[in-house]
């Protein structure tokens, strides 16, 4: 099937953040927070890519030093044929209107100086030329795209509900017809009883306006519900990246595995079957296991889990995992189950 | 597990409102439940729906002006908890109460080690000498999990992990054997593996306690998975109440029925588009005449305006005792 498709929209590869710590009193650099260490993935046109996992994984970081929010340390972002990560700031800038970022804290990302008119005017003052009737025109069919009533445009961000708010920041970063979206988690600050008004404005947008997501959350249920492909992170590097269907009907890596048991079902006689219950907590990036991230909690770990550090790599069509249950150098445990890779990386 | 023994925790009629410069803000209307010993009642609903306020209410820790408990009974054993004088009520709180906030970083102290927080309730409400506390407050951790406990009792809050914190504000909770643990939002913070972690805790906990919880949260799939009796809330109201396979496989409040629908599943066929609840939360800013969900409401008619509906009980039980729903419509009705 990935054949078949055109070139990915969004292409990412080895995208390294590491964070420098200065400490002493000279502050020297003695060290780093590996955020995200080696992260590669692609986006085709209209796809909707969840990326998920548990706090500190560096998911957001990941979205943010995608839109070059942050400076990456290493590695590339082509998004539509260029490369973002090493765009002047010129040429960068020129590019902005094409990707946009719908925030987690619809509080925190408006200005509660600005009323909502001209909150979702900004970006076409910045970007365009247009007079500020077109300006108007233009919010209020934004203001329609996104469920606000008209009314409320000269209104300020306090007056609204967090909902309200999110559609707000939705509508802000529709305002230049961008192409891609990273939603850095939309819905997580929201009650859940919003949360679907949200996720079904978002799907209603991508299919009038053929965006791309890159969505962005620790929801397991909601994302299943949102994206066509699922990437799963741990300390800063995916350990699995695989369609959706497949992920939740069969999840190959032991934390993925962990990970989609340990979700609380709203059914009691679901929801109290057996899980696998992961001891201890995620370690430090600062200071990560040697070998695979995940082998301090992992419950199927193997000696070579301690040494190596295994790469993602296809295992099924269309599914890549980096365990080494599933690589040949390790043998027997998985070995059923291993396909020949037709290339590396997640391309 | 609950028997038909006395209820350890009587709440009858409870009304709290918050006095502010807009006008009243009536958060909790006529809340009455109880709890037995060794059970656990999960409390659901969104923000603003009262739950937390309702909990509050009860052990007093409300601040007051502005709010004010107007009316109610809260009978703990013998004994009106609205009616005690505050030093008593003190006594009540650590010692027969313990409670669990949703933030273990701002409910710990961060100037005093884990060690001092656990040995105080010891200290003040069991009159444990120094090295008794010690003692008991390593048993503590250990008892909820944290390794290496006796060297872990002179670290700061900020050493801890999140998961970490709340087992520490877990055994605060559990210093002096309350009868009842009331868990505000516990995990909702948490990462998803670390909850399913304090989950099997709590209910390791319960089994071997046998102490009652009351387990507040706005996540339907924690209540389905730690809970014998569900109350949902809604507007400062109880919308829905009962036991949780019944409440979950047959729910009668139209709120609780979209709220399960709006939830995308994990397993099972995928749904093509979520359902959701049009429409906001109710603001809360008077004495309520009418049904607080009939605005967003599918089925809601006149008489909802009209009337606010009482809660009745739907399988022939006593009010309160089985399945019972704040509702002047029935599924029954709809389809005869």
Not at chain 1, 254 to 262: C, H
Not at chain 1, 299 to 307: A, E, G, L, T
Not at chain 2, 47 to 64: A, H, N, R, Y
């Amino acid at each position: 099937m990935r054949d078949l498709v055109k070139e990915p929209l969004v292409q990412v590869e080895d995208l390294k953040m590491h964070f420098p710590i200065y400490s002493g009193v000279l502050r020297r650099h003695t060290g780093d927070v590996k955020a995200v260490d080696g992260v590669s993935f692609s986006i085709q046109p209209g796809e909707t890519l969840g990326l998920v996992g548990e706090s500190g994984c560096g998911k957001s970081t990941v979205g943010r030093a995608l839109l070059r929010l942050y400076e990456p340390t290493a590695g590339r972002v082509i998004i539509e044929g260029e490369d973002i990560a090493t765009l002047d700031a010129e040429t960068l800038r020129k590019k902005r209107p094409s990707m946009q970022m719908v925030f987690q804290d619809p509080q925190a990302s408006l200005n509660p100086r600005m009323t909502l008119s001209a909150i979702i005017s900004e970006p076409m003052v910045e970007h365009s030329t247009m007079s500020a009737d077109e300006r108007q025109a233009r919010v209020f069919e934004l203001m329609d795209a996104v469920g606000l009533n008209r009314r409320f445009a000269n209104r300020y961000p306090h007056e609204f509900s967090g909902g309200q708010r999110q559609r707000i920041g939705i509508a802000r970063a529709l305002a230049l017809n961008p192409k891609f979206i990273v939603c850095d988690e939309p819905i997580a600050a929201l009650d859940v009883s919003i949360q679907a008004q949200v996720v079904n404005l978002l799907e209603d947008l991508q299919d009038k306006l053929g965006l791309t997501y890159l969505f962005i959350s620790h929801d397991l249920s909601m994302v299943r519900h949102i994206a066509d492909r699922v990437a799963v992170m741990y300390l800063g590097r995916i350990a699995e990246l695989s369609p959706r269907d497949a992920l939740y009907a069969q999840p190959l890596h032991p934390y993925a595995e962990a990970l989609l048991s340990a979700v609380n079902e709203p059914d009691p006689n679901r929801a109290r079957r057996e899980r696998i219950i992961l001891t201890g907590d995620v370690p430090s990036p600062a200071n990560p296991p040697k070998g695979c991230t995940f082998c301090t909690r992992c419950p199927k770990v193997m000696d070579i889990c301690r040494q190596d550090r295994p790469e993602l790599a296809e295992v099924q069509p269309g599914r890549f995992v980096a365990c080494h249950l599933y690589t040949k150098a390790a043998g027997s445990t998985g070995a059923s189950e291993v396909y020949e890779p037709t290339q590396q990386g997640a391309n | 597990m609950p028997d038909g023994a006395a209820p350890v925790l009587d709440v009858r009629g409870l009304k709290t409102v918050f006095r502010t410069r807009g006008g009243e803000i009536h958060a909790v209307n006529s809340v009455s439940f109880h709890l037995k010993r060794g059970e656990v009642l999960g409390v659901v609903g969104e923000s603003g729906s009262g739950k937390s306020v309702t909990m509050m209410s009860l052990i007093g820790l409300l601040p007051t002006p502005p709010a004010e408990v107007r009316a109610g009974t809260v009978m703990l054993d013998e004994r009106d908890l609205l009616k005690i004088s505050p030093e008593e009520l003190r006594q009540v709180r650590g010692a027969r109460i313990g409670f669990v906030f949703q933030d273990p970083m701002t409910s710990l102290n961060p100037v005093f080690t884990v060690g001092m927080q656990i040995m105080e309730p010891l200290r003040e409400h069991m009159g444990m000498d120094k090295k008794q506390a010690e003692t008991r407050a390593v048993e503590l951790l250990e008892l909820v999990g944290i390794p290496d406990a006796r060297k872990r009792l002179k670290s700061y809050p900020h050493q801890f992990s999140g998961g970490m914190r709340q087992r520490v504000m877990i055994a605060i909770a559990l210093a002096c054997n309350p009868d009842v643990l009331i868990a505000d939002e516990p995990t909702t913070a948490l990462d998803v593996t670390i909850q399913a972690q304090i989950l099997e805790l709590v209910k390791e906990l319960r089994k071997k306690l046998g102490m009652a919880i009351i387990w507040i949260t706005h996540d339907l799939g924690v209540i389905a998975n730690i809970a014998d009796r569900v109350m949902v809330m809604y507007g400062g109201q109880v919308a829905e109440h009962g036991p949780v396979k019944e409440l979950f496989a047959d729910p009668r409040h139209p709120y609780t029925r979209a709220l399960l629908k709006t939830i995308p599943s994990i397993s099972g066929q995928r749904e093509a588009r979520l359902q959701v609840i049009e429409g906001q939360p109710p603001i809360l800013n008077a004495a309520p005449t009418a049904c607080p969900f009939r605005a967003r409401c599918t089925h809601s008619h006149a008489r909802c305006a009209a009337e606010n509906p009482l809660r009745r009980a739907v399988d022939g039980t006593a009010l309160g005792q089985g399945h019972d729903v704040a509702c002047h419509w029935s599924p029954e009705a709809a389809d005869a």
